[in-house]
C-alpha cells in the first residue's frame, strides 16, 4: 500500500516521492522502512488529484500544520506539490515544506514564486556550514553545488516572505553546531537543532 499521506505527532505528513538527490550519511531511510508504522515507501508516485481525494476526507482543522516530507525530497514533484498545496491553503490549513534545499538545481529553474503564496514555512536542511563537509554528508548529485545552492533558496525563501529556518541535526559536535549557528546569522535566518529522529 502506498502511504501518500500519514500522521506522525499531531501533524499530518504528505510523501511525494522517494527519489533524492542526496545520499545522507544519517538518512532514516538507511535504518527504518517504517515511521509510525507507516512504511513510506512507494511503488508508485501519486498524481496531486490522488492525494487530493485523500485529503477531502480529513478534517484538516485538528492539524497544527500539514507537512510536505517522506522518505525523498518532494521538490522532485514540484507541480503536484504546488497543486496540493494550493489545495490545502483553500481548506485554511497551515502548510510547511522539508526540504535539502536543492529543488531549483532539481527542477532546473526558480521555484521560489510557486511556492509564495502556497507554502507558508519552509524548512531547510543545512547539515553542516562548509560545503565540503556538506557534501561528505549529503552526497549530492550535485557535488557541493548543492551546498550554495541550499542557501541561496534559503535565502530566497525568506526574501519571497515565506516563514524560513535551517535545521541541523544534533550528531554534529558542538563546535560544528556554533559555527552552523553563525552561519545562520550570518544570512538572517533562524537555526533548529533537531534530533536525529524528529519530524516536529
Ligand atoms: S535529503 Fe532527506 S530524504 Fe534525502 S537522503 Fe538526505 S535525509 Fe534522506
Not at 18 to 32: A, E, G, H, Q, T
Request: charged share 25%; hydrophobic share 35%; proline share 2%.
Amino acid at each position: 500500500m502506498n502511504n501518500y499521506i500519514y500522521e506522525y505527532g499531531q501533524k499530518l505528513y504528505i510523501n511525494l516521492t522517494n527519489r533524492c538527490s542526496n545520499r545522507c550519511s544519517f538518512c532514516i531511510r538507511n535504518n527504518l522502512d517504517e515511521l509510525n508504522g507507516h512504511n513510506l515507501w512507494l511503488s508508485k508516485e501519486p498524481e496531486a488529484q490522488e492525494v487530493i481525494s485523500s485529503l477531502e476526507k480529513k478534517d484538516l482543522s485538528k492539524y497544527p500544520e500539514v507537512v510536505f516530507c517522506g522518505y525523498g525530497e518532494p521538490t522532485y514533484r514540484i507541480e503536484q506539490l504546488v497543486e496540493i498545496a494550493h489545495y490545502l491553503k483553500s481548506r485554511g490549513a497551515k502548510v510547511r515544506l522539508d526540504t535539502n534545499g536543492q529543488g531549483n538545481l532539481i527542477n532546473n529553474y526558480d521555484i521560489v514564486p510557486k511556492l509564495k503564496g502556497n507554502i507558508d514555512k519552509v524548512s531547510i536542511s543545512l547539515n553542516h556550514y562548509d560545503a565540503q563537509e556538506y557534501d561528505k554528508i549529503c552526497l549530492s548529485v550535485f557535488g557541493e553545488q548543492a551546498f550554495y545552492a541550499m542557501l541561496e533558496f534559503a535565502k530566497a525563501c525568506k526574501n519571497a516572505g515565506i516563514e524560513t529556518r535551517l535545521t541541523i541535526v544534533d550528531v554534529l559536535k558542538e563546535e560544528e553546531i556554533n559555527k552552523c549557528k553563525q552561519l545562520a546569522q550570518n544570512i538572517g535566518i533562524d537555526l533548529e537543532i533537531r534530533s536525529y529522529i524528529d519530524k516536529n
